[in-house]
């Protein structure tokens, strides 16, 4: 029941039209890509102690070829000291994006949005369950609500977000692409 930010990749489950075989095509690699297979792992006995776990049926995972996560006589490799980086990140900001949300809704400021893809292939692919930032709302804001969502860092955020929905016509075009 919570709101989570999402980078969206693709229209449907699994899909993801910035990637094309193992070649990268957009200029920014969002976190929870950049991650690849690897997890957050918690320890059962005491939550505040965390480690890196691998999805060993993720395609990725292999003997053959790609990163080594170890060194051959012990240690982790940089490429695993990254990806713990990249994981102790997205942890942390997991509070952050917890109190961003709920200043939003205490402002009034997210609404549920649902998109309709017509494809060339015929019929038209609903997208539902997404929200965004409410702009006419975001422009009856006073001086003093803009302030203080200024000063939480929200405002930047915000109009990141807004910013990225011109997007969407983008992954449209990919998407009638393929």
Known sequence: GKIQLVALLGFENGENLYLDGNKW????????????????????EDESI??????????????????????PHGGNTDYLDNIANILSTLNQSLDVHDEFVKRCE?????????????LESGGTHRMSGFFTINEET???LNAEQLAFLHDKGDLEIIY?????LSQLSSLIRKKKAV
């Open 25 to 44: 095509l957009a200029a920014y690699r969002p976190l929870v890509v950049e991650k690849g297979p690897f997890l957050i792992g918690r320890n059962p």
């Open 160 to 164: 990141m977000m807004l910013a990225s």
């Open 106 to 118: 205490e402002h009034s400021l997210i609404e549920s949005f649902v998109l309709d893809v017509d």
């Open 138 to 140: 975001l422009n009856n």
């Open 50 to 71: 965390l480690s890196i776990h691998i999805d060993l049926d993720d395609k990725r995972v292999n003997e053959q070829e790609g990163q080594s996560i170890f060194l």
